[in-house]
């Protein structure tokens, strides 16, 4: 093995960005959030951003939204789920890397719960893979 440079660390945060944008200006992908890196999240919630602004753009060109209204509404659409995948990854973070007995008294029945339920197990990875929007079905049943 050979080391080719000096191994450097960046110091993780969770940020966010409101709005993500004005004018002829938006933020996307980790422009405008920041989380913990935790099970690809932040990849899952660029790709919702790249998503939403296809879905908007394609309204702006059917006539459906205004050209001025994009950056609103691509802000207004993506807040929900920043916010709660960024605070879903957050306290993941806090209550896997906690060493305080409390919070073993947490991830145990958490973990064992996940392992043995699989529509708990189901709903976390729609969730982490699609955010708020794999509700969506399920609500409207």
């Avoid at 899952?44 to 951003?49: A, E």
Wanted: proline share 6%.
């Amino acid at each position: 093995d050979l080391l080719l440079d000096t191994p450097q660390a960046f110091p993780l945060s969770l940020r966010l960005t409101y709005p993500m944008g004005s004018g002829r200006k938006l933020l996307i992908g980790e422009a405008s959030h920041t989380i913990h890196p935790v099970g690809g999240q932040g990849l899952n919630l660029c790709w919702r951003d790249v998503q939403t602004l296809m879905d908007l753009v394609y309204k702006v060109n059917e006539g459906k939204l205004r050209i001025s209204n994009l950056s609103r509404s691509y802000s207004n659409s993506r807040t929900i789920d920043l916010i709660l995948v960024s605070l879903f990854t957050h306290l993941l973070i806090r209550i896997y890397s906690n060493k305080s007995p409390l919070s073993f008294l947490v991830r145990l029945p958490a973990i064992v719960s996940i392992e043995r339920i699989p529509f708990l197990r189901k709903v976390l990875l729609g969730f982490m893979t699609d955010g708020p929007s794999f509700f969506s079905p399920i609500l409207s049943k």
